[in-house]
């Protein structure tokens, strides 16, 4: 049987390329399909939209992030299902001119074989940085770093042999911008990426009347890794309510927990 790998490219954090002048043109996800030894071809289209010369550096971290915002950009090999050795740049610096559009190209070899199957991850590190200058107190030059960018690229090996496994950690109502907030904290306990969507049907505790059914955007979780999930609860009244949170992922796999919640007046 051909075994066969799926990755995928996204953006990680927000377009703030713009703050420095670079943006990114070929999308925030590149999805592949590819045979196990093989090698995969692909690249990251970047503009300075600037008027200035605006240098570039690219290369390779190890990822992961938890719940309470925590995000680690670690070493390649720090992550013990690391795909940083797969991949190869043509470069890890360029400069653009004010204007100016470019490519910089990359290369995936799947290895032939691999223990385990489900994901594999890294990500490509985006640093734009200041032209490079003389220094007037030292020889030479300084670099100095302006902002950082963070590109996923995560393979899945033979996904169809790993089930999903989502945990709910925590489960709180909090007040932001006079909204009550639920946030939902879940966990990737597995070994495969997911997508998931957090929703929470409501209902009385006393009458038993459902009081309606609420979502969160879809976010995605690499294995071993958790996000917080954050619904709008602002529509109901205050009062006591039973409550189911569903996690759904884009296979349709669900995992439910029923919970008690108290939304407050203040």
Known sequence: MIKRIFFFISLLIPFTFLQAS???????THNYKVENGQVYKGKIA?????????SVKIFLQDLSYQADGTISYTAPHTNERTNTDWIKLNTNFITLKGKEKTEVYYEITVPKQLSKPGSYWSVFIVEPVEDVKPSDSK?????????????????DYDAEKVKPDLKFESVKIEKEESKQIVKIAIANKGDIYSKPTASIEI??????QKM???SSQAMG???????????????IPPDQYNAV??????????????????????
């Open 22 to 28: 670079i943006v990114v043109l070929n999308g925030l």
């Open 46 to 54: 970047i503009e300075n939209t600037g008027s200035k010369p605006q």
């Open 139 to 155: 020889q030479g030059v300084n670099i100095t770093s302006i902002i950082r960018y963070a590109i996923q690229v995560i393979t």
């Open 203 to 208: 209902y009385n505790r006393k009458t038993g």
């Open 212 to 214: 309606g059914v609420f």
């Open 221 to 235: 979780l690499l294995p071993k890794t958790s996000k917080s999930y954050h619904i709008d609860l602002n529509k």
């Open 245 to 266: 949170i569903i996690a759904t992922d884009e296979d349709e796999n669900a995992f439910a927990l029923n919970v008690e919640l108290e939304v407050k007046n203040d």
